[in-house]
């Protein structure tokens, strides 16, 4: 069972669309990630959050929409997309101690995005 | 900021063979993380290695750290098709939040 639980596992949507991915962690994690992946690369950093702040923003385009309601959660709001957003979307959580974590990132299983 | 290689990116083997995944890093790191994918799915963590010196072994799998060379390894002992998968290396980048991953090394483990 993951520890970090992402829905909906799939969405299909059209380019001028709002959709919202979700993604909750019960582990009393402090710092809470967007990952987006392709096909056969490594995760590429979205977004991070620590203690309910954005710490982190890699020059993300504005049509992704990060929020963190509370500690354990986390969303994604998503509003006219391209196709080349297509992917799939990791959460992940981790304890939130700067580079000097005991523990790895903890992901959910993700959310595959297909934009039309 | 730290930077993490691995290689090979793509590794062919006969089961019952033995095998190393190499993963460099740029900067001093005190820590490194490994994780396996299979295709469509999340990434799974493996081990966590916390110092220099530090192996841990799973199954047919085992990892080492040596911090002094910036290297961490992944050795397969006697491979089975069931370890086919992409295994990704991690490390942390120092005084943030964000973990720097490699590119990946995709293992297919041929009967």
């Known amino acids: 069972d993951t520890e970090v639980t992402q829905t909906p596992k799939h969405l299909v949507m059209g380019m001028t669309n709002k959709k919202s991915l979700k993604c909750e962690q019960h582990?009393?994690?402090?710092?809470m990630y967007w990952y987006k992946q392709k096909a056969k690369k490594p995760p590429e950093l979205m977004f991070v959050?620590?203690?309910?702040?954005?710490?982190i923003n890699e020059s993300v385009p504005s049509r992704f929409s990060p929020e963190c309601p509370n500690s354990s959660l986390l969303n994604l709001h998503l509003h006219a997309l391209q196709p080349e957003d297509s992917a799939l979307y990791l959460c992940a959580s981790s304890q939130g101690l700067k580079g000097r974590s005991n523990q790895p990132q903890h992901f959910g299983d993700g959310t595959r995005l297909s934009i039309l | 900021e730290l930077k993490v290689e691995q290689n090979p990116l793509f590794l062919s083997m006969q089961e019952g063979k033995n095998y190393t995944i190499y993963c460099n890093y740029s900067t001093t790191s005190d820590r490194l993380y490994w994780y396996r994918q299979d295709p469509g799915k999340s990434l799974e963590s493996l081990f966590v290695?916390?110092?220099?010196?530090a192996v841990k072994q799973e199954g047919r799998l085992m990892a080492s750290l040596d911090t002094k060379a910036r290297l961490s390894t992944l050795h397969i002992t006697a491979a089975v098709h069931d370890l086919s998968a992409t295994y990704f290396c991690?490390?942390?980048?120092?005084?943030?939040?964000?973990?720097?991953f490699g590119t990946g090394t995709r293992l297919k483990v041929l009967a």
């Open positions: 582990m009393g994690h402090r710092a």
């Open positions: 290695l916390l110092s220099n010196g």
């Open positions: 991690a490390g942390p980048s120092a005084g943030t939040y964000k973990y720097i």
């Open positions: 959050y620590s203690y309910e702040k954005l710490s």
